[in-house]
């Protein structure tokens, strides 16, 4: 599993002082981007390729409120694959220092071709990289129909 610790600022606080849904997005973009970045998508490499990542939705479950004062941690794991790379699902959970965990996340994106504007699957050394990183109890081969499963655009926009 993956980590990446936060100090909570004031920045990162809401009306009610206690961490903004906005800073939970943000820590979460922070922690997988250091995790792609120490498994060989550097900017250098991605532009390289002329690939980047879009995020298709992120679940947000909240258990406990957290504040400021004391840093936090966001894990991440690979919940989820398809076979070309072309998909990817994240489960991230955030922990304080006692390491109880306080909100969970399930994160969904692809991967598009920044000319073309298309998914794509991973050139190989990428999907390699993400085929062989540590992975979720729960893991599982996506397809394009798991990128669906919560709904459906809505019909004026077609």
Known sequence: MYFKEFDIRWSDLDA???LANAA?????????????????????????????????YEHMYYFKEAFPGKPVKVSLEIAGLSEDG?????????????GKNFASCEMMGAWIDLKTRQLIGLPEGFNDALRNVPRAKTFKILTKEDTRKFGKKPENLE
């Open 16 to 18: 009610n002082r206690h």
């Open 24 to 56: 939970y997005i943000n820590f979460m973009s922070h922690t997988r981007m250091g995790f792609l970045i120490e498994n060989g998508f550097t900017q250098k490499e991605l532009a390289k390729n002329n690939i980047g990542p879009v995020v298709f």
């Open 86 to 98: 072309m998909f990817f699902e994240f489960l991230h959970n955030f922990y304080d220092t006692n």
